[in-house]
C-alpha cells in the first residue's frame, strides 16, 4: 500500500509491504536503481547507507516493546532524493502516523520552512522516531521505579521476573540501535555532497539526539544493574534467615528425638518407665529441654 504526501515540490511516499508493481511504478517514477528496488520487496536484517545515482538508500532498524510486538525492532527503509523521500516499511509503525498527520498540518498551514529537500525531511522524521524511543525510555524508567517500590515492600521473589523483562526490553533497545551510529556517522559525507554543507549541521544534531538516547539507556541498564544486586541481595538474606530458622528448629527437636528414642528401647529395666504418670513424666522432661533450648538461642540472637 502506498501514501502520497505533497508539500510544494517535496513528495513522501510510505509504503507498507509493497508488491512487485508498486516498487516497479517507483523505480520508473523516481530513477530507482534496480538493485535497490529489489531489495525493497523484503525485509532487510542488517542496516545499511548506499548511494546510487542520486538516490541514498538507508536502512535502519528501531526497537520497540516486546509486549505490543511479536518482534524486538521494526524495519524501515529510507530512499533520499534531493525533491522526495519514500520509506518502505513491513508493519505498522505508530511514530510515523503522527508524523504524517503534522506533515500534512504543516504543508496546509505553511508553518514549515526546515524541510526544502529529502534530506532535511529524512532528518525530521528520524528524530521524531528517536523521540518516540525517549518515550519508550521513560516508560522503562517508571517500570524501575515501579519495581524499585516492591523490592523495598518485600516483594523481592516476584520482582526477579519483572528485573528479567526490563532487562530484556533494554538489551532490545541497545542491540538496534547499536548500529545507528555508524550509519549516521556514514551518511553524513554522502547526504554532504547531495544536499551541501550545511546539511551536516543538522546531521549533528540528529547524531546528538541519538545520543541522548544511548546515554538514557546506559543510565537505565545501570539502575537495573544496581537494583538487580539489590533484590539479590535482600532475596539471599531472607532465604539465609529462613534457613537459620529451620536449622535452630532441626537443633531444637534433635534432643527431643534422642530422649524418644531413648525411651523407646525394649529395655528390661528401664528408669521411669512402668511407674505411674511415666508419660506425664517423659513429656515434661522433653518439654523442659525443647523450652531450654528455645531461651537459649533466644538469648544467643539466633531465633
Known sequence: MLTRYVRENLVWI????????????????????????????LPSYKPKVEKRGDVIYVILHFPIMRSMHQTPEQEIDFLI???????????????????????EVAGVLGTDTTTSHGGHLFISMVRN?????????????????????????GDERRMVAE???VG????????????????????????TRMFGAEFSYHLRNLEGA??????TLVNLHDSLTELRETNNSLLTTKQNEIMREFTVLAFIFLPLSFIAGLFGM??????????????????GGMATVACTCFVYFKHKDWL
Open 210 to 215: 541519538y545520543e541522548r538516547i544511548r546515554r
Open 266 to 283: 525394649n529395655a528390661q529395666h528401664m528408669p521411669i518407665i512402668g511407674s505411674h504418670y511415666d508419660f506425664w513424666i517423659v513429656s
Open 14 to 41: 510510505d509504503c507498507v509491504s509493497p508488491t512487485p508493481a508498486e516498487v516497479r511504478g517507483l523505480m520508473h517514477e523516481f530513477g530507482i536503481d534496480p538493485l535497490i528496488a529489489e531489495e525493497l520487496l
Open 81 to 103: 532524493g534531493k525533491n522526495f523521500l519514500i520509506t518502505t516499511r513491513y508493519e505498522n509503525v505508530d511514530p510515523l502516523h503522527s508524523f504524517a498527520k503534522a506533515f
Open 163 to 165: 528485573l528479567s523483562k
Open 129 to 153: 522516531l528517536y523521540q518516540a524511543l525517549e518515550s519508550g525510555c521513560s516508560t522503562v524508567h517508571r517500570r524501575l521505579q515501579n519495581i524499585e517500590e516492591h523490592i523495598f515492600s
Open 168 to 191: 530484556r526490553t533494554i538489551h532490545d533497545f541497545k542491540q538496534s540501535l547499536a548500529p545507528h551510529e555508524e550509519m549516521l556517522k556514514s551518511f553524513e559525507p554522502v547526504g
